[in-house]
């Protein structure tokens, strides 16, 4: 399965460690004024994610989430056909190396959310004068593979209009991360 490396502007596919979750990330979710949920009724996951982010048309996702700055996405997709452990982290890999690109250093692991065995990786990179981290998530489970993705733009440089909200950003994608449920 391929993924174009930006999708109109946004990359494509990022993932949780939910190891690396900053002290309180998931308390300054919780803790946001409101949340919203996004449930996909057929390939049977939802997660949650702030109010002020707002969702974007995708035709290759079910799902595509942007932080009010636009420096933070969040994305996901449901696939109708089962894959192996090590295809999910053929796919998994293929994927972080098409945000962070080839050279980047991918820091990979598995991770347990809700009962599920999801399949990780990491990258931090630089683009156009911005350090962003990449993360890519995804599991089988019931003949179906789930796949997600979060990057966010952690460091700007200091010519940059927009006050940087990276390490806020980087705890509300891993709190959403760490919110997804997959149908039993």
Partial sequence: MKFSRRMAGLVVLALLDVAVLAPGAVQAHRSSSALKV???THFGYRLTYPATWSRSPSTNL???LLAPDSDARLGGKGIDAGLSASDVRKTVDSTISQLSGPTTAILRTTRVIHGVTFQMAR??????GVTELAMTLGASRHQRTYLFFGIVG???PAAHLQAPHGQEELGQ?????ASITLAR
């Fill in 173 to 177: 994608l891993q709190a959403s991360f």
């Fill in 62 to 64: 079910d799902v595509l």
């Fill in 154 to 156: 952690l460091a700007k």
């Fill in 123 to 128: 990258a931090t990179f630089t683009v156009n």
């Fill in 38 to 40: 996004f449930s996909d």
